[in-house]
Every structure is written in C-alpha cells, then in structure tokens.
C-alpha cells in the first residue's frame, strides 16, 4: 500500500478507538458510542416559554453539554475538541432517528477456524466499495486516530457537496503500519469511513481537502476479533498473536495492517478486529 492511500490491498496494509488504561495511559479516540454513555438525564431539559423558544434554547443548551462532555473526555487523550465541533457532535447524536442506527460494511464469511469452541479467525470476503478517508500525522498515535476521526465527522455531518447528514457506518477502520520487524507503529495513521449503501454510487465530495474518496477492490481479510483497548501495544501483541494461528503467515503479512472499531472504547468489553489482507 502506498501510503498516501488506504485503499485495502494485498500489497500492503479504524482503529480505530481507544479510552484509558489502569496504568493511567492513554489511547484511541472518541466515537458515538462515548454519547451514548452520556444519559438522557443530561442531554434533555425542560424549557420555558414558547415551543420553538424552548426547543431553539434546548438544543443550543444540549450543544453546549455534548461539547463539554467531548472536551472533558478528550483531555485524557491529550486531545483539544475545537468549539467548531459542537455542531457535528450535536447531529451525530441527534440524527438516527435518534436510535443511532448503524450499517454494517457488508462481507461474505467464506471459512471460519475455530479451537476448542474459540473462532480463532474468519476468512471474509469484501467487495469493492467507496470509502472516504484521511491520513493524520500527530505527535502521538491517539492524537493522530481522534484528529482523524472529528474531522470525518464533519464531512458526514453536512460538510460534504450533498450538504445531508450521511449517517454513520460500522466498522471505523484505522489502517497502520508497522516496521519490518512488526514492533514499532508509525504515527501516520489513515481512519476510514464506508460511505452508506445509498452514496456508493455516487459518494458526496468532501469540503475537506484531505479527505480523499476512494474505491478500495475486492478484497480477502482475514480477521480476528479481540476486546480491550486499542493501543499500540495491544495491537503489536494483536498482530504478533494473528500471525501465529494463520497456516501460512507468510502469505497474509505485510508491513501494514487494520484495526476495526465496532463499540465505545469506554465500555467495559470493547470490541475490536485486526484483520490481515490477502496478497495478491
């Protein structure tokens, strides 16, 4: 993979999403589901006077908290959420019919390994499709997945040639890259979002320069799912442990690789994937 693509390939490599460790370290970035977290207590007042009064203060109110809940929570990742987030945050959480209804990047299972009851891995096949994505360079990892991640945000939140919410789509892909010995991430990271069934067609164009639209091929992934954090050193451990079960490590590693986010990375049993690509 050349990186200034992420496009999914054999030839090379969401994480995408992390929270905070017993140790006090820090990881990831911060997604719908840390919202979710945040209860309908906190999120609805009532208001006064008229209705259209009330609901204009109430969803102005309810901005203001979400972004501070957004900033306190990014602190810990040494992450500053700019105020020109408070709109994307607001219609992430409001929009879904305020079920926060997800599609799933759709695959074929072609083969599943499985050991004493435990799938070690899936054999999965994806077709080709539109994904939208960035490559971030911070001074840390985290940073480089949460900066990459908000500004995703804004294009599915309106700021896209459609001027619609797109909605939200799951897994959030983190494509990374390791050095040869597969110890050692780089710190460019590329976060990736599946454009929804209906924008495969034709993907709304970002108002953001750096995001690049691209239709990434047919591919074979090999994936194994872990729970936890998403960390660098968990994902080094992640690779190492995927390259172990594979029959023949040879034919799937590469010097980069995928991490798939599906759940709050606050949540007590977080669920993630590395997948390997298959060389062509």
């Known amino acids: 993979m050349e990186r200034s693509s992420c496009s999914m390939n054999g030839s090379g490599g969401l994480d995408g999403i992390g929270g905070g460790t017993d140790d006090g370290s820090t990881y990831g970035m911060i997604t719908l589901e840390d919202l979710e977290s945040f209860s309908e207590d906190q999120q609805s007042d009532s208001g006064t006077g008229s209705v259209e009064e009330g609901e204009t203060m109430e969803d102005e109110e309810q901005q203001d908290r979400l972004l501070r809940y957004w900033q306190d929570a ?3 990742h040494q992450v500053e ?3 020109d987030m408070a709109e994307p ?10 079920q926060h209804n997800r599609e799933t990047v759709p695959f074929t299972l072609i083969t599943r390994k499985e ?3 435990d799938v070690l891995y899936e054999k999965r096949h994806y077709e080709k499709a539109q994904w939208a994505c960035i490559t971030v360079r911070e001074e840390t990892y985290e940073q480089s997945i949460c900066y990459g991640f908000m500004r995703l945000m ?4 309106q700021q896209n040639s459609s001027g619609s919410y797109l909605g939200m789509t799951i897994p959030i892909l983190t494509v990374i ?3 040869e010995s597969h110890s050692v991430l780089s710190r460019d990271v590329t976060v990736a979002y599946y454009l929804p069934t209906e924008y495969q067609a034709q993907p709304p164009l ?3 320069s750096d995001i690049r639209i691209e239709e990434w091929p047919a591919t074979i992934v090999y994936t194994r799912a872990f729970a936890g954090a998403t960390n660098e050193v968990t994902i080094i451990n992640e690779i190492n442990t995927m390259a172990e079960v594979l029959n023949s490590p040879a034919v799937h590693i590469n010097d980069s690789f995928i991490v798939a986010g599906y759940t709050n990375p606050a949540a007590a ?9 298959e060389r062509h």
């Open 89 to 98: 945050i607001h219609q992430i959480t409001s929009n879904n019919d305020g």
């Open 269 to 277: 049993n977080r669920q993630n994937e590395i997948w390997f690509l």
């Open 81 to 83: 959420v700019p105020r």
């Open 177 to 179: 890259r390791t050095d």
């Open 154 to 157: 804004k294009y599915i939140c």
């Open 74 to 76: 990014a602190r810990g």
């Open 206 to 208: 970002p108002s953001d």
């Open 115 to 117: 050991k004493c009851g």
